[in-house]
């Protein structure tokens, strides 16, 4: 038992989790001078229930004045204001629009061309909306003073995308010239009612949405006199905020916090039976797996959050990274000093003591960069401040289990020559859990880089929340 416990922490040690960016259940969309419509697009589960609310405000140049309006709230002669709201929402049924598509789309303007940028992105945006199937929806004649959630007044059937998912499997294949056709299955349509007895806005399938919501008719009054935006809440079937994407992240966390627990349990256990033969280390060793709890709880904390409010709370998400980093930082400087044979063939570690120490503050430190710039970043697998910083942190941990490898070879040697054969045993099983993380780690990689980057169409959303949340 001793031996399996020890080999199934470094085992869970040596996992590192990398939180997803969550984004908000509630979205406020505002209408620029440009007039082009705002939309905002989520990964939405089935029966999804969409609520818009309008909020208006006289226009006003400075923001004192605008919280003081919002205190004090509208003129009489502006409450009345009639409003009438347009809007469509589409589900992708093939594949899924990729973050690389608009990158090398505007990558080929040369500077000269910025100004077509634009353009450029107005365009690729028209062209997404013929690959979803979509409904049509409006809501007329509200009142600027009302403040509850709308009620729809016209909802129209269910459209087919122009282009099929096959066409656009293979529109993509030869874009990109890749030698394989990617796996593309047509989901099938689910019809719903065109109108709905509670007029409200539903999801009628699991994907990839977007909604847009076009610019707002005034009746009395125009965009000059009042500024006008609609806040987008999305709620789930389960009754809480969490993108279809997301909520499986959470029942991981929940079910990590318990697992952490156990091991915990477990360890206390076996400490308190061998309480006459612990070492220092096997404390340090206990310290991470309630350390690793309190990271497990943080994340739930995090996740349950945005579920119930529909809104972030950032000192939380960067709380839970920092401690998530600590956490890693912590239990790869134990696993290298348990290498090096600490408490087992050196009774101290000397000046390696230094190095471990620096080791761990270069990694924490480096660690902590990545996460702080990917929780702050938009689209961060093709932002390259987010991808430069993924470099160093490879090259540390590379270097990191160089350095266990090497250590592991020596103590086995020493442990060897003495003829410690209990000892021995105890390294073997370290060593086979290494090389088993390790090789299930690279495997976990090609798995994702195939599945995610080296391919034309994605349609595994689903599993999204692996390549996020359990990255090793």
Known sequence: MRNSLFGCLCLLFLIKYSTSTLV?????LSWTASGSSPAVDRFLTNQTLIKLQVLCREITISA???KEQIRKG???????????????????VGCLPLQSDTFMATSQLDNKDTKDVRSVMDIYYQNLWKEVEQKQFTMKDVEC???GYLALDTYS?????????????EARKKAKKVRRAADENKSPLQTVATKQAEKQLFTWADGYYIIEVGMPDLSGATLNDLD????VAMINRYGGYLTADEHPAMVFYVVMTCIYGVFAVLWFVWCACYWKELLKIQFWIGGVIIMGMIEKIAFVVEYDTVNRSGSKVHVAI??????SCLKRTVSRMLVIIVALGYGIVKPRLGP???KVFGMGLLYFATASTEALLRINTKNDETNNRVMVSRIPLAVIDATIYYWIFTGLVATTRTLRLRKNIVKLNVYRHFTNTMIFAIVASLLFMIWSLKSHFFTTCITNWREFWVKKNVFE
């Not at 059937?157 to 499997?169: N, Q």
């Not at 960067?318 to 401690?323: F, N, T, Y």
């Open 74 to 92: 509208l003129k009489s002669e502006h409450k009345k204001t009639k409003i009438t709201i347009n809007g469509k929402i589409g589900r992708f």
């Open 24 to 28: 908000d259940g509630i979205v406020t």
């Open 64 to 66: 004192n004045a605008t």
């Open 145 to 147: 003073g009302f403040d």
């Open 318 to 323: 960067v709380s839970a990274e920092i401690l």
């Open 157 to 169: 059937d269910l459209t087919k995308p122009e282009i099929s998912p096959e066409e656009i499997a």
């Open 352 to 354: 390696l003591k230094q």
């Open 228 to 231: 006008v935006d609609v806040v």
